[in-house]
């Protein structure tokens, strides 16, 4: 079964680090690049960033671009999303998602998704 | 960066009926865009993607059209089942950006 499931969610602190990870199964991980989305409260989907197949090319969301990394772990079909310097602007529901074609295509669709971790920056 | 503006926000439609949502992009992305639905604690779920290509699984009642800044999102013939947000999402250049979503709601 294809699948793709978050974990490392929860509450944190304004100006604080958390790492959300995103294990993948039932298909070839490292064929195929993974993106980070997110949804906050009453807002629609917002894309936050990429990252392809080998780990060699991540792109950013100016809104978390300087504070947010991706990288993956081809070994352990897993990424990852370092979020620095957290603020309230960060609270949602974070969910990853992999590219419809694998290898190196630009361009591609998001089409499995994962359920997603729920992320609270609050004092 | 490209930004993406769904029309409407919200619509209401009863089992049945055809309806249309709209998606602009601020410049343009040839046919490099793609339609999901989502339910509220479900993943979303893409529909198509390059504008036009209906995804393995989703009914025949879902079509897009559309290229360069233009597309259409129609569903014709409403089931219970098409109660969700739609969002449009254009995969033509990072940051890819996503539509502000439009709320088809039950009338």
């Known amino acids: 079964q294809v699948q793709l499931v978050e974990s490392g969610g929860g509450v944190v602190q304004p100006g604080r680090s958390l790492r959300l990870s995103c294990a993948a199964s039932g298909f070839t991980f490292s064929s195929f690049g993974i993106h980070w989305v997110r949804q906050g409260p009453g807002k629609g989907l917002e894309w936050l960033a990429v990252?392809?197949?080998?780990?060699?090319?991540?792109y950013y969301a100016d809104s978390v671009k300087g504070r947010f990394s991706i990288s993956r772990d081809n070994s352990m079909n897993m990424v990852y999303l370092q979020m620095n310097n957290v603020s309230s602007e960060d609270t949602a529901v974070y969910t990853c998602a992999r590219d419809s074609r694998d290898g190196y295509k630009p361009r591609s669709a998001l089409d499995i998704w994962g359920q997603g971790t729920r992320v609270t920056v609050s004092s | 960066d490209i930004q993406m503006t769904q029309s409407p926000s919200s619509l209401s439609a009863s089992v049945g009926d055809r309806v249309t949502i709209s998606c602009r992009s601020s410049q343009s992305i040839a046919y490099y865009l793609n339609w999901y639905q989502h339910k509220v604690g479900e993943a979303p779920k893409l529909l198509l993607s390059t504008a036009s290509a209906l995804q393995g699984g989703v009914p025949s009642r879902f079509s897009g059209s559309g290229s360069e800044t233009d597309f259409t999102l129609t569903i014709s013939g409403l089931q219970p089942e098409d109660f969700a947000t739609y969002y449009c999402q254009q995969s033509y250049t990072t940051p890819y950006s996503f539509g502000q979503g439009t709320k088809l709601e039950i009338k």
């Open positions: 990252i392809t197949f080998d780990g060699n090319q991540k």
